[in-house]
């Protein structure tokens, strides 16, 4: 069962991009804090962008400790989700996309 915050404020999600590093297996990485104005459990986001993906994965900011998982949806759309901790606004996620290219990438995030 998906919980939100009480409240009738709809679920708004900022991705703030943190940047590009390089991978040791020749896939570029690219980095965006998630940040959500409600609290969110458990977590499911469509990461949808511009480019192929190699892989993308979600992480949180304020545990080390995180249940994820990853699903393809499509060449440019991975599922992805959280089911502990919660997302919320004092504590967000960390997404990453990894893609082959020097092109940039762009990705919006959709909760489902």
């Known amino acids: 069962m998906r919980q939100t915050a ?3 404020e ?3 999600i900022t991705a703030l991009f943190r940047g590009y590093s390089r991978e040791t ?3 570029r990485r690219a980095e965006w804090l998630v940040l959500s104005n409600k609290i969110v459990t458990p977590v499911t986001l469509l990461m949808s962008c511009n480019r192929e993906l190699a ?3 979600l992480s949180s900011e304020a545990s080390r400790v995180a249940f994820t998982g990853e699903t393809k949806i499509s060449a440019t759309q991975w599922e992805l989700s959280m ?3 919660v997302w919320g606004p004092t504590a967000p996620l960390s997404a990453v996309a990894e ?3 020097e092109e ?3 990705c ?3 909760s489902r």
């Open 108 to 110: 919006t995030f959709t």
């Open 83 to 85: 089911s502990a901790p």
């Open 6 to 8: 009480a409240g009738s």
């Open 25 to 27: 297996n020749n896939l």
């Open 104 to 106: 940039e990438i762009y």
């Open 10 to 12: 709809q679920l708004k």
């Open 99 to 101: 893609y082959s290219g």
């Open 55 to 57: 892989s993308a994965k």
